[in-house]
């Protein structure tokens, strides 16, 4: 017995990390937390107002590009006297969320801290630097690649009629497209939350990687804008390499992987 009751302490430091909260404690604590995130939207949405003139400007040169090429007026219009203005509005709110994104995304994290274990704490670092680098490397990826090729099928396609694009519509595609493509690329932290937990397995995504395909050119072909196969393969292709890589990440981070390599090291 006095062996058996010497073995318990390990997990105490892992226990001592996870206090018990209440129910109205945990309530309290999301709103704290978004409240703090709603402070720092708010002070980058009024530092991103005076730029906004100038982001949108980057945001509309694939469309520039694609008319200049197909020869037709590289003006974009609109319907409404207050359109311009509503406009910049949205724009400089998208970029005060994501220029306000590490700091809500560290809420994000103190919010579920309480509920993880000392060693798996080590990873808020990884978490905020990957996720921000994901979604702008999946951002990027739409903005360089999947927008422009998208934007050039469409207009090429009816180069017979005379385009006349409002500024709303434009935002709301652009938009569509480079937060979609920004959103597909966190599924590594997604897969990194569910191997966590044990929820999912390496070797459960790679039974399953054929049905996997399969679902991954369904939402692609969904997303993608255009109905041509060229422009839903370039949105699949990305998704299926993030699928490959959530595996590596999948065999890392499960708690079974975890323990065979800590009983491997003599632990």
Same mark, same amino acid.
């Given at each position: 017995? @006095?062996?058996?009751?010497?073995?318990?302490?390990?997990?105490?430091?892992?226990?001592?990390?996870?206090?018990?909260?209440?129910?109205?404690?945990?309530?309290?604590?999301?709103?704290?937390?978004?409240? =703090?995130?709603?402070?720092?939207?708010?002070?980058?949405?009024?530092?991103?107002? !005076?730029?906004?003139?100038?982001?949108?400007?980057?945001?509309?040169?694939?469309?520039?590009?694609?008319?200049?090429?197909? *020869?037709?007026?590289?003006?974009?219009?609109?319907? *409404?006297?207050?359109? @311009?203005? *509503?406009?910049?509005?949205?724009?400089?709110?998208?970029?005060?969320?994501?220029?306000?994104?590490?700091?809500?995304?560290?809420?994000?994290?103190?919010? %579920?801290?309480?509920?993880?274990?000392?060693?798996?704490?080590?990873?808020?670092? @990884?978490?905020?630097?990957?996720?921000?680098?994901?979604?702008?490397?999946?951002?990027?990826?739409?903005?360089?690649?999947? =927008?422009?090729?998208?934007?050039?099928?469409?207009?090429?396609?009816?180069?017979?009629?005379?385009?006349?694009?409002?500024?709303?519509?434009?935002?709301?595609?652009?938009?569509? %497209?480079?937060? !979609?493509?920004?959103? $597909?690329?966190?599924? @590594?932290?997604?897969?990194?939350?569910?191997?966590?937990? !044990?929820?999912?397995?390496?070797?459960?995504?790679?039974?399953?990687?054929?049905?996997?395909?399969?679902?991954?050119?369904?939402?692609?072909? %969904?997303?993608?804008?255009?109905?041509?196969?060229? *422009?839903?393969? $370039?949105?699949?292709?990305?998704?299926?390499?993030?699928?490959?890589?959530?595996?590596?990440?999948?065999?890392?981070?499960?708690?079974?992987?975890?323990?065979?390599?800590?009983?491997?090291?003599?632990?």
């Amino acid at each position: 017995m @006095p062996e058996a009751v010497a073995e318990i302490p390990p997990s105490g430091p892992a226990d001592e990390s996870m206090p018990a909260m209440s129910f109205l404690e945990h309530l309290e604590e999301l709103r704290r937390r978004i409240i =703090y995130s709603l402070i720092a939207v708010a002070v980058a949405f009024f530092a991103c107002w !005076g730029y906004a003139e100038r982001i949108y400007t980057i945001m509309q040169r694939p469309i520039m590009k694609a008319l200049h090429d197909h *020869n037709l007026t590289e003006k974009l219009v609109y319907l *409404n006297p207050t359109e @311009p203005f *509503n406009l910049y509005l949205k724009v400089a709110f998208l970029a005060g969320v994501f220029v306000a994104s590490p700091f809500v995304l560290y809420q994000v994290w103190m919010f %579920i801290s309480p509920g993880l274990y000392r060693n798996e704490k080590r990873y808020v670092l @990884p978490f905020m630097f990957s996720t921000v680098g994901l979604f702008i490397a999946g951002g990027f990826f739409g903005y360089k690649i999947v =927008y422009p090729a998208a934007l050039d099928f469409l207009i090429g396609y009816g180069k017979q009629f005379q385009p006349m694009i409002t500024i709303g519509e434009y935002t709301d595609l652009f938009l569509t %497209i480079i937060i !979609g493509m920004g959103i $597909i690329f966190e599924l @590594p932290i997604l897969v990194f939350f569910l191997s966590l937990m !044990g929820i999912v397995t390496a070797g459960f995504m790679w039974r399953n990687f054929r049905y996997s395909i399969l679902v991954i050119f369904i939402i692609a072909a %969904i997303v993608t804008p255009t109905t041509d196969i060229l *422009n839903m393969c $370039i949105f699949a292709a990305p998704m299926v390499a993030l699928y490959a890589m959530s595996i590596g990440i999948a065999w890392l981070v499960h708690p079974k992987q975890r323990r065979a390599r800590r009983e491997k090291r003599g632990e």
